[in-house]
């Protein structure tokens, strides 16, 4: 089982930027894809970027592509999500995941590991 630790979240102003960190530990095999995605009050947990386990290829949610970029350190058992021109539409509480999801990134279901979640708010 691996276990998920996000940092990084805060409360910003629109248009500020943003880097969350997810420190992955524990056994995973090959094929392990990371993923974020985020919950905001009263709203289902959607997804928000994911990249292959090979690097090669990420995925982004239409409303934060362009803005967020998802990298992973396979070195340090870490990805990233860098969140650039945040708005307040932004705000929610930011999960890692990790899991065996191909080819159904954006599917939460195929995920079988989760942060504890960090906050992120966006004022206007």
């Known amino acids: 089982q691996v276990q998920l630790v996000e940092s990084g979240g805060g409360l910003v102003q629109a248009g500020d930027s943003l880097r969350l960190s997810c420190a992955a530990s524990g056994r995973a095999g090959s094929g392990y894809a990371m993923g974020w995605f985020r919950q905001a009050p009263r709203k289902e947990r959607e997804f928000v970027a994911a990249?292959?386990?090979?690097?090669?290829?990420?995925f982004y949610s239409v409303s934060v592509k362009g803005r967020f970029t998802i990298s992973r350190d396979n070195a340090k058992n870490t990805v990233y999500l860098q969140m650039n021109n945040l708005k307040p539409e932004d705000t929610a509480v930011y999960y890692c995941?990790?899991?065996?999801?191909?080819?159904?990134?954006?599917?939460?279901?195929?995920?079988?590991?989760w942060g504890q979640g960090t906050q992120v708010t966006v004022s206007s």
């Open positions: 995941a990790g899991g065996y999801p191909s080819p159904y990134y954006s599917d939460k279901g195929r995920y079988n590991s």
């Open positions: 990249i292959s386990p090979s690097d090669t290829s990420t």
